[in-house]
């Protein structure tokens, strides 16, 4: 919790899950502090995801454990249904609080782990970071850079305007990875 939390008694609005029983995956929410209910959404969405994610573990085997794949097309196709699942999951929530689904909205860090591929998926401010092998040392390698406006705190989220031109997704080998994510 922040020092801006503290002050205006508002509750912290990050969420997180992770998972390891059938492959680790790591789902960060960070609610924007604009958004008076922000700490439900990020909760709610996290949670969701996790379940999402349980109910694809069948697809992942065939993407993520698999030598030869279409790394794009997978990685197009899973960002897309994280995505919609997103937007659909934050809606829920609005429509059992009656409240606009602006209330609700979050940022997301994704990282799903394969045998062969890592999958990772950004909407907002959030680093995922790569640790990489090199010749018994380590670096770190930032995956996608955090999707900033104008203002240093202005993101995107995932709310009713969230597009796919502001979801940032990919895929990695598996090789000699570490993982980290973390919001500002």
């Known amino acids: 919790m922040g020092y801006r939390h503290s002050v205006t008694e508002q509750p912290c609005q990050d969420a997180a899950s992770a998972q390891t029983r059938l492959r680790p995956i790591v789902v960060n929410c960070d609610g924007a502090g604009s958004a008076k209910l922000s700490h439900l959404g990020s909760t709610a969405l996290s949670q969701q995801l996790q379940r999402l994610f349980m109910t694809l573990e069948p697809l992942f085997e065939q993407w993520l454990d698999t030598k030869e794949i279409d790394t794009k097309g997978v990685s197009e196709r899973l960002a897309n249904i994280i995505a919609r699942h997103s937007k659909g999951s934050i809606k829920d929530i609005a429509t059992h609080w009656q409240q606009p689904e602006t209330a609700f909205r979050s940022t997301l860090l994704v990282a799903i782990i394969g045998k062969y591929y890592h999958f990772w998926l950004q909407i907002g401010d959030g680093y995922l970071l790569r640790r990489c092998e090199h010749n018994e040392t380590h670096a770190w390698q930032v995956m996608v850079m955090p999707e900033k406006g104008e203002f240093a705190n202005h993101t995107c989220f995932v709310d009713p305007a969230l597009t796919m ?20």
């Open 165 to 184: 031109a502001h979801v940032h997704y990919g895929m990695a080998s598996a090789e000699g990875d570490l993982w980290a994510g973390c919001h500002e």
